[in-house]
């Protein structure tokens, strides 16, 4: 087996930089994690939250800290920053490879969407954002890795596409669609279709920075070959 | 335009952990920077090294130090740690979005490869890995970011694949063979088969850890969208 990540993003239209930051990170003991934030507002501010939180988040992860301890010193290092005055949504995606499960946390309203045995499950525990309060904690749910598991996360620009335009996202209802149409889909085609139908019901204008994360366990097709790759627009050139 | 990166890395035949480590991390001024190491000898001290030599550079990197200077406290922290006696090697791919430049640095004897204007240019100054002196800089090289530019780096299991079987790899007429055949090479395609051939020449055990980092400039496909995949197989499972 293999599990493949993919991950998809767009700034908000008509700002220079996305409030959102995703970063992927190998675990010290086998795996790799991918931390998903979003601070608060939009634009350098935003990205400056969110990029305090997942290099702290990161950086714990690196020496062996456990997720959820990750995320709760991510909290109380942001309230101590920044007095409480800002907020971030913070989600992990974990690959333990000592457990043989997907450690899923959320500091985050939106749901995660897991798909497990043909069934939509979905992550939706009351958990607050990051930031606002002292000792705030993340809603931790560890699943098996299992053959054609699938998990998909999000930033709010998902939950709040095309409200503008009067056509709000249902993405439970999108995502059983995509895999019945195609129940061998990629986890990379999942991204790009999710941030693809936001882009479309926003109007080719995301009224928000959207992020996706989705996350497939498929067949291997590579043995011990590892792969990443990265497509970076460079839109001052 | 974009920037098109990818990632191939397999570990020694018969080993439980690559000594080779690579982070793709976002730069705080825009841009994203890649960072390879290969850990002395292999197995589980190798990778230690080689993460704490990773991390190390990212940490830096993400608080907006410039490439050489963070090569260089890599280099001095593990020179420090390990008291000069274990060493690694080290390159960084940065692409930095107010220079519009690719910054290269290596402490690597191995050379990068790079395609500019048709033709390859070979980066072999001699420079030494870091870890065994007090002081080791980094060989800087940095390069406008134009179209169909390609650059490659890769870790010695690459300059010694076949030595055991007598057919040694000559990287640059493989890349140029490559290129000629096929001018619109993705990145991926570039580093999924030069990891193949070092593989086959190695009569399908790698002799070592052997990692490669392939970017290239290409027209833009997408928009202002960034996407990232994760390929990582579950060896245990």
Known sequence: MEVNIAVAKIRKYATSTSGDTVEVTERPNGGVSVVLADGQSSGKGAKWVS???TRKVISLLAEGVRDGAAARAASDALFTERGGKVSATLNIFSVDMQTNTLV??????????LIKDDKVHILQDECIP??????TRPCISEIN???????LMFTDGIIHAGKRSNQPINVVSFIESLIEDEPDITAKKIADMLLEYAITVDQGRPADDISVVALRVEPSQNGPIRRMTVQLPLDNL
């Open 145 to 151: 890795l299992e053959m054609d598991l699938v998990a």
């Open 51 to 53: 990029t305090f939180v």
């Open 130 to 135: 990051i930031g606002y309060y002292r000792g």
């Open 104 to 113: 899923i946390s959320r500091n985050n309203p939106a749901p995660v969407i």
